[in-house]
C-alpha cells in the first residue's frame, strides 16, 4: 500500500472550516488521480472530490460550492478545503489515490487502490 497520511480533521460549528491534507508518498501526486471519500456510520461510503494528475477536478454534488481540491505537487500533498460546513457533513474522510492516472478523477470510491487511514470530521448544530 503507497503510504498516505491525513490530517486537519476536527470539531466545528455549522458554517465553519476546515483544511483537510494529505501526505503521500512512495509515488508521485502531480501524475496521479487522487480524491477525498467519506463514510458516515450506517451509511455507504461516498466520494466528495477528486483531482487528476492534470489537476482537473470533479465534486460531488452535496459539496459544490463549499468543498475545494486542490494540490501542491511540490510537496506531494492532497488538499481540501471544506467551508460552510454542514451536520451531515459528518464523516470519516479518506484520501486515495489511483498513481499514474493523468486524465480521469472519478468520485465512485471503487475507482482508488490506495487509502490512508482516515480522519474525522465532526459538524455540530
Known amino acids: 500500500q503507497v503510504p498516505l497520511v491525513e490530517s486537519g480533521g476536527g470539531s466545528v460549528q455549522a458554517g465553519g472550516s476546515l483544511r483537510l491534507s494529505c501526505a503521500a508518498s512512495?509515488?508521485?501526486?502531480?501524475?496521479?488521480?487522487m480524491g477525498w471519500v467519506r463514510h458516515e456510520p450506517g451509511k455507504a461510503r461516498g466520494g466528495v472530490a477528486a483531482?487528476?494528475?492534470?489537476?482537473?477536478?470533479s465534486n460531488a454534488d452535496s459539496v459544490k460550492g463549499r468543498f475545494t481540491i486542490s494540490k501542491d505537487n511540490g510537496k506531494n500533498t492532497l488538499y481540501l478545503q471544506m467551508n460552510s460546513l454542514k451536520p451531515e457533513d459528518t464523516a470519516m474522510y479518506y484520501c486515495?489515490?489511483?498513481?499514474?492516472?493523468?486524465?480521469?478523477?472519478?468520485?465512485?470510491?471503487?475507482?482508488?487502490?490506495?487509502w490512508g487511514q482516515g480522519t474525522q470530521v465532526t459538524v455540530s448544530s
Open positions: 483531482i487528476g494528475g492534470d489537476g482537473i477536478t
Open positions: 486515495a489515490a489511483d498513481p499514474g492516472r493523468m486524465y480521469w478523477r472519478p468520485l465512485d470510491p471503487s475507482k482508488y487502490t490506495y
Open positions: 512512495g509515488y508521485t501526486v502531480s501524475n496521479s488521480c
